[in-house]
């Protein structure tokens, strides 16, 4: 499958690439013709501090940001995205002028949840959540709920590709999306050409990654 890779770069800067697989892929809510890699993205220092450069020229300068919650494992950008906001000269609430930058917990029935330990860090918070891949915006959704359950205030949306441009009317601020995947599509489960074709599943994916079948 991986020799099938498909690289698109960012028009913003040449050092952000997105990888594609053309396939039948299904994540949690939808069937998708490309899976989408952003793993380097996640994982290597340099491509993750360019991505967070990107992400931060396109956030509103009067919104303050107190707490990151990371999605399918952006911490590292999330890090360099702090620091950005920090020397960019956005406003947090922290007393201590620094911020928090947190995962939920996902238990055994999908469930989202923060710890006693990690509920400062979203109470009465400002916070920005960041993902990976956004397809059909249900992640988002339950995230938001999520936060708003234990008292943060969500400010902004950020993903690494996204196919949703808003969610209960918030922007979702992408580094690329569906324009930029070139014949890129999602369906419903129930109404996906590939399985009305008989094609199989090839893989089971998310924003951590793909598990063949």
Do not use: W
């Not at 899976?35 to 509103?60: G, I, Q």
């Not at 360099?80 to 406003?91: K, R």
């Not at 441009?165 to 109404?191: K, P, R, T």
């Amino acid at each position: 499958m991986e020799n099938r890779i498909v690289k698109f770069y960012s028009k913003e800067s040449s050092q952000l690439a997105l990888h594609a697989i053309p396939g039948h892929f299904a994540t949690s809510h939808s069937h998708i013709n490309y899976y989408v890699d952003v793993t380097s993205l996640k994982s290597r220092v340099n491509e993750a501090r360019e991505a967070a450069k990107v992400l931060y020229s396109r956030m509103p300068r009067n919104s303050y940001v107190d707490t990151i919650v990371c999605m399918d494992g952006t911490e590292v950008i999330a890090a360099f995205l702090s620091q950005e906001i920090e020397h960019g000269g956005l406003l947090t609430a922290n007393r201590h002028e620094t911020i928090y930058v947190v995962s939920p917990e996902i238990n055994n029935n999908n469930q989202m949840l923060f710890r006693d330990n990690n509920k400062p860090a979203i109470s009465g918070k400002h916070v920005l959540l960041l993902l990976a891949t956004t397809t059909t915006g249900e992640t988002i959704r339950r995230s938001l709920e999520c936060i708003r359950y234990y008292g943060g205030s969500v400010v902004g949306i950020a993903s690494i590709f996204s196919t949703v441009d808003s969610v209960d009317g918030i922007q979702v601020e992408s580094l690329f999306n569906a324009q930029d995947v070139m014949g890129y599509e999602a369906y419903d489960a129930h109404d996906c050409p590939f399985c009305k074709k008989g094609h199989q599943i090839e893989a089971m994916v998310n924003g951590y990654g793909y598990s063949k079948l």
